[in-house]
Antibody, heavy 128, light 107 residues
Protein backbone atom coordinates (compact mmCIF):
# COMPACT_ATOMS: atom_id res chain seq x y z
CA UNK A 1 0.00 0.00 0.00
CA UNK A 2 1.48 3.30 -1.10
CA UNK A 3 2.16 5.83 1.63
CA UNK A 4 3.73 9.26 1.47
CA UNK A 5 5.03 11.07 4.55
CA UNK A 6 6.15 14.67 4.71
CA UNK A 7 8.84 15.72 7.17
CA UNK A 8 10.64 18.90 8.06
CA UNK A 9 10.62 21.90 10.39
CA UNK A 10 7.25 23.24 11.43
CA UNK A 11 8.57 26.75 11.96
CA UNK A 12 10.72 28.80 9.60
CA UNK A 13 11.87 32.40 10.05
CA UNK A 14 11.03 35.05 7.45
CA UNK A 15 13.62 35.37 4.66
CA UNK A 16 14.98 31.89 5.39
CA UNK A 17 14.60 28.66 3.41
CA UNK A 18 11.84 26.12 3.90
CA UNK A 19 12.95 22.53 3.33
CA UNK A 20 10.69 19.49 3.34
CA UNK A 21 11.14 15.86 2.43
CA UNK A 22 8.60 13.32 1.29
CA UNK A 23 9.35 9.67 1.97
CA UNK A 24 7.59 7.19 -0.29
CA UNK A 25 6.85 3.69 0.96
CA UNK A 26 5.02 0.81 -0.66
CA UNK A 27 6.24 1.64 -4.16
CA UNK A 28 9.42 2.68 -5.89
CA UNK A 29 9.89 6.34 -6.69
CA UNK A 30 11.51 5.05 -9.89
CA UNK A 31 8.20 3.62 -11.12
CA UNK A 32 7.88 4.59 -14.78
CA UNK A 33 4.23 5.66 -14.61
CA UNK A 34 4.36 8.12 -11.76
CA UNK A 35 5.44 11.63 -11.00
CA UNK A 36 5.80 13.14 -7.53
CA UNK A 37 4.40 16.51 -6.59
CA UNK A 38 4.05 19.16 -3.91
CA UNK A 39 0.85 21.08 -3.18
CA UNK A 40 0.21 23.61 -0.44
CA UNK A 41 -2.85 25.02 1.29
CA UNK A 42 -2.73 28.24 3.26
CA UNK A 43 -4.98 28.32 6.34
CA UNK A 44 -8.60 28.53 5.24
CA UNK A 45 -7.64 28.73 1.56
CA UNK A 46 -7.62 26.49 -1.48
CA UNK A 47 -5.05 24.15 -3.00
CA UNK A 48 -2.03 25.52 -4.82
CA UNK A 49 0.19 23.30 -6.95
CA UNK A 50 3.88 24.01 -6.27
CA UNK A 51 5.76 21.64 -8.53
CA UNK A 52 6.31 18.10 -9.75
CA UNK A 53 9.29 15.87 -10.43
CA UNK A 54 9.93 12.62 -12.32
CA UNK A 55 12.49 10.15 -11.03
CA UNK A 56 14.79 11.10 -13.91
CA UNK A 57 14.93 14.64 -12.52
CA UNK A 58 12.54 16.30 -14.96
CA UNK A 59 10.70 19.06 -13.13
CA UNK A 60 7.63 21.21 -13.60
CA UNK A 61 7.13 24.33 -11.49
CA UNK A 62 4.32 26.77 -10.82
CA UNK A 63 5.38 29.97 -12.59
CA UNK A 64 4.25 32.01 -9.59
CA UNK A 65 6.79 30.24 -7.36
CA UNK A 66 9.42 29.13 -9.85
CA UNK A 67 12.02 31.73 -8.86
CA UNK A 68 12.04 30.45 -5.27
CA UNK A 69 11.36 26.71 -5.60
CA UNK A 70 13.57 23.69 -6.15
CA UNK A 71 12.31 20.10 -6.17
CA UNK A 72 14.79 17.24 -6.18
CA UNK A 73 14.65 13.47 -5.98
CA UNK A 74 16.79 10.93 -4.13
CA UNK A 75 16.01 7.56 -5.65
CA UNK A 76 18.38 5.74 -3.27
CA UNK A 77 16.26 6.88 -0.32
CA UNK A 78 12.91 6.77 -2.16
CA UNK A 79 12.44 10.42 -1.27
CA UNK A 80 11.83 13.70 -2.99
CA UNK A 81 12.35 17.14 -1.53
CA UNK A 82 11.10 20.71 -1.67
CA UNK A 83 13.03 23.87 -0.94
CA UNK A 84 11.38 27.29 -0.96
CA UNK A 85 13.65 30.29 -0.56
CA UNK A 86 13.06 33.72 0.93
CA UNK A 87 9.87 32.77 2.73
CA UNK A 88 7.38 35.25 4.13
CA UNK A 89 4.28 34.89 6.29
CA UNK A 90 2.32 34.37 3.07
CA UNK A 91 4.09 31.01 2.68
CA UNK A 92 2.52 29.68 5.88
CA UNK A 93 0.57 26.61 4.79
CA UNK A 94 -0.02 22.90 5.04
CA UNK A 95 2.31 21.30 2.54
CA UNK A 96 1.27 18.03 0.92
CA UNK A 97 3.32 15.65 -1.14
CA UNK A 98 1.43 13.47 -3.58
CA UNK A 99 1.82 10.92 -6.33
CA UNK A 100 0.87 12.27 -9.73
CA UNK A 101 -0.15 9.85 -12.41
CA UNK A 102 1.39 9.62 -15.85
CA UNK A 103 0.04 7.67 -18.79
CA UNK A 104 2.28 5.04 -20.35
CA UNK A 105 2.36 5.86 -24.05
CA UNK A 106 4.71 3.03 -24.91
CA UNK A 107 7.99 4.63 -25.80
CA UNK A 108 7.39 7.62 -23.57
CA UNK A 109 5.43 8.63 -20.50
CA UNK A 110 2.82 11.36 -20.74
CA UNK A 111 3.19 14.63 -18.84
CA UNK A 112 1.81 14.56 -15.29
CA UNK A 113 -1.92 14.06 -14.78
CA UNK A 114 -4.04 13.81 -11.63
CA UNK A 115 -2.92 13.34 -8.02
CA UNK A 116 -4.12 9.95 -6.80
CA UNK A 117 -2.38 9.51 -3.43
CA UNK A 118 -1.58 12.22 -0.92
CA UNK A 119 0.50 12.43 2.23
CA UNK A 120 -1.07 13.58 5.47
CA UNK A 121 0.37 17.06 5.10
CA UNK A 122 2.62 19.09 7.35
CA UNK A 123 1.97 22.59 8.64
CA UNK A 124 4.81 25.03 8.13
CA UNK A 125 4.52 28.38 9.86
CA UNK A 126 6.68 31.31 8.80
CA UNK A 127 7.25 33.53 11.81
CA UNK A 128 10.06 35.13 13.73
CA UNK B 1 -1.94 30.48 -18.10
CA UNK B 2 -5.38 28.89 -18.03
CA UNK B 3 -7.56 30.03 -15.16
CA UNK B 4 -10.01 27.72 -13.39
CA UNK B 5 -13.23 28.96 -11.84
CA UNK B 6 -15.92 27.10 -9.90
CA UNK B 7 -19.52 27.89 -9.13
CA UNK B 8 -21.10 28.23 -6.77
CA UNK B 9 -18.46 28.99 -4.15
CA UNK B 10 -20.71 27.37 -1.58
CA UNK B 11 -24.05 25.65 -1.41
CA UNK B 12 -26.40 24.23 1.15
CA UNK B 13 -28.67 21.33 0.22
CA UNK B 14 -30.81 18.73 1.92
CA UNK B 15 -29.95 15.07 2.32
CA UNK B 16 -31.08 13.25 -0.78
CA UNK B 17 -30.86 16.31 -3.03
CA UNK B 18 -29.12 16.27 -6.39
CA UNK B 19 -26.13 18.63 -6.25
CA UNK B 20 -24.25 20.02 -9.24
CA UNK B 21 -20.96 21.91 -9.12
CA UNK B 22 -19.53 23.62 -12.18
CA UNK B 23 -15.88 24.10 -13.11
CA UNK B 24 -14.88 26.30 -16.02
CA UNK B 25 -11.50 26.65 -17.73
CA UNK B 26 -10.54 29.91 -19.43
CA UNK B 27 -9.34 27.89 -22.44
CA UNK B 28 -10.13 24.41 -23.69
CA UNK B 29 -8.52 21.54 -21.81
CA UNK B 30 -10.21 18.60 -23.55
CA UNK B 31 -11.04 16.11 -20.78
CA UNK B 32 -7.90 16.71 -18.74
CA UNK B 33 -9.78 17.49 -15.56
CA UNK B 34 -9.90 15.89 -12.12
CA UNK B 35 -12.16 16.41 -9.12
CA UNK B 36 -11.15 16.13 -5.46
CA UNK B 37 -13.07 16.06 -2.21
CA UNK B 38 -11.58 17.55 0.95
CA UNK B 39 -13.50 16.94 4.14
CA UNK B 40 -12.90 19.37 7.02
CA UNK B 41 -9.45 18.85 8.49
CA UNK B 42 -8.67 16.01 6.10
CA UNK B 43 -6.46 15.29 3.12
CA UNK B 44 -7.85 15.84 -0.39
CA UNK B 45 -9.17 12.69 -2.02
CA UNK B 46 -9.34 11.99 -5.75
CA UNK B 47 -12.90 11.43 -6.94
CA UNK B 48 -12.82 11.66 -10.72
CA UNK B 49 -10.21 11.95 -13.47
CA UNK B 50 -10.48 12.28 -17.20
CA UNK B 51 -13.51 14.47 -16.52
CA UNK B 52 -15.79 11.48 -16.01
CA UNK B 53 -13.86 8.40 -14.83
CA UNK B 54 -14.69 7.47 -11.25
CA UNK B 55 -11.68 6.63 -9.10
CA UNK B 56 -11.82 3.14 -7.61
CA UNK B 57 -13.77 3.01 -4.36
CA UNK B 58 -15.65 6.26 -4.89
CA UNK B 59 -19.43 5.90 -4.45
CA UNK B 60 -21.43 5.81 -7.65
CA UNK B 61 -23.56 8.77 -6.57
CA UNK B 62 -20.63 10.91 -7.73
CA UNK B 63 -20.33 11.55 -11.46
CA UNK B 64 -18.50 13.95 -13.73
CA UNK B 65 -19.09 15.27 -17.20
CA UNK B 66 -17.90 17.86 -19.66
CA UNK B 67 -15.07 18.61 -22.03
CA UNK B 68 -13.36 21.66 -23.43
CA UNK B 69 -14.06 24.49 -21.03
CA UNK B 70 -17.14 23.45 -19.04
CA UNK B 71 -17.31 20.60 -16.55
CA UNK B 72 -19.71 19.43 -13.87
CA UNK B 73 -19.49 17.29 -10.77
CA UNK B 74 -22.82 15.82 -9.72
CA UNK B 75 -23.79 14.17 -6.47
CA UNK B 76 -27.00 12.33 -7.31
CA UNK B 77 -28.24 12.01 -3.73
CA UNK B 78 -26.41 14.11 -1.17
CA UNK B 79 -25.37 12.26 1.97
CA UNK B 80 -24.20 13.70 5.32
CA UNK B 81 -20.69 12.33 4.71
CA UNK B 82 -20.46 14.39 1.52
CA UNK B 83 -19.98 17.61 3.51
CA UNK B 84 -16.70 18.84 2.10
CA UNK B 85 -15.03 21.29 -0.22
CA UNK B 86 -14.73 20.10 -3.80
CA UNK B 87 -11.90 21.18 -6.11
CA UNK B 88 -11.36 20.74 -9.81
CA UNK B 89 -7.83 20.53 -11.25
CA UNK B 90 -6.66 20.81 -14.82
CA UNK B 91 -3.77 18.71 -16.13
CA UNK B 92 -3.65 19.28 -19.88
CA UNK B 93 -0.29 20.90 -19.25
CA UNK B 94 1.60 22.73 -16.48
CA UNK B 95 0.73 24.65 -14.39
CA UNK B 96 -1.61 22.03 -12.91
CA UNK B 97 -4.02 24.58 -11.50
CA UNK B 98 -6.77 23.86 -9.00
CA UNK B 99 -10.09 25.66 -8.98
CA UNK B 100 -10.94 27.81 -5.94
CA UNK B 101 -13.26 25.19 -4.45
CA UNK B 102 -16.95 24.73 -3.72
CA UNK B 103 -18.03 24.19 -0.14
CA UNK B 104 -20.98 21.82 0.24
CA UNK B 105 -23.04 21.85 3.42
CA UNK B 106 -26.19 20.12 4.61
CA UNK B 107 -29.28 22.27 5.02
Amino acid sequence: QLQLQESGPGLVKPSETLSLKCTVSGDSIRSRSYYWGWIRQAPGKGLEWIGTIYYSGTTYYNPSLQSRVTISVDTSRNQFSLTLNSVTAADTAVFYCARQMGTDLGAVISPPNWFDTWGQGTLVTVSS
Amino acid sequence: DIQMTQSPSSLSASVGDRVTITCRASQGISIYLAWYQQKPGKVPKLLIYGASTLQSGVPSRFSGSGSGTDFTLTISSLQPEDVATYYCQKYNNAPFTFGPGTKVEIK
